[in-house]
């Protein structure tokens, strides 16, 4: 089947300063990429989806200069979170979509940390 | 706006039993609704995927029907086993593909 991967799994900074999540379809071109974010027992909020080579469209909430989404490429998506404070510290997940397809293919997840 | 809700929140059965897990949406214009399993840390592997137009789906032990019309979908895990411990996360697709999510169920089966 289809697999995405995330880099890293977990990652530990310091407030204030810029983290870069990488979202990768292994063996299948993605068309559409999703961000989401999940708090603690809570389920998963989408932030933002990606179409290559097109700006991201935000969810309502979500701070598109805080959460920088790049889809460079139909194998590669990465989230920046700029500035990054205490209250970002989540459990981030990807998904990918290939083009006339309806599953979406989710990532492992990214436990991020800001101290 | 779609809210998708499951209940209950956890549920603890010993091995051998079968378990009835529940989601609830609000908004019954859909395309589909699926049910996923995410182990602690970890992403998301899809169990089952229902049609708007289907009734139920069936694989293996894991059965799930949904009820368009009243917003309800069950999924049904028969004989579980310590393995099956788990959250098991309902999903809903409205349109552009994106999917609305419960806060899942979270299942401990003891040995």
């Known amino acids: 089947g289809a697999v995405v991967s995330q880099h890293p799994s977990r990652v530990i900074c310091k407030s204030g300063t810029s983290v870069k999540i990488e979202c990768r379809s292994l063996?299948?071109?993605?068309?559409?990429m999703f961000w989401y974010r999940q708090f603690p027992k809570q389920s998963l909020m989408l932030m933002a989806t990606?179409?290559?080579?097109?700006?991201?469209?935000?969810e309502q909430g979500v701070e598109k200069d805080k959460f920088l989404i790049n889809h460079a490429s139909l194998t590669l998506s990465t989230l920046t979170v700029t500035s990054a404070h205490p209250e970002d510290s989540s459990f981030y997940i990807c998904s990918a979509r290939i083009a006339l397809q309806e599953t979406q293919y989710f990532g492992p997840g990214t436990r991020l940390l800001v101290l | 706006k779609q809210e998708v809700t499951q209940i209950p929140a956890a549920l603890s059965v010993p091995e051998g039993e079968n378990l009835v897990l529940n989601c609830s949406f609000t908004d019954s214009a859909i395309y589909n609704l699926q049910w996923f399993r995410q182990d602690p840390g970890k992403g998301l592997t899809s169990l089952l995927l229902i049609q708007s137009s289907q009734r139920e789906q069936t694989s293996g032990r894991l059965n799930a029907s949904l009820d368009k019309s009243s917003g309800r979908s069950t999924l049904y895990i028969a004989a579980s086993q310590p393995g099956d411990s788990a959250t098991y996360l309902c999903?809903?697709?409205?349109?552009?593909?994106?999917?609305?999510f419960g806060a899942g169920t979270t299942v401990t089966v003891r040995a």
């Open positions: 999903a809903v697709r409205t349109n552009d593909y994106k999917l609305s």
């Open positions: 990606s179409n290559e080579g097109s700006k991201a469209t935000y």
């Open positions: 063996d299948f071109q993605a068309t559409t």
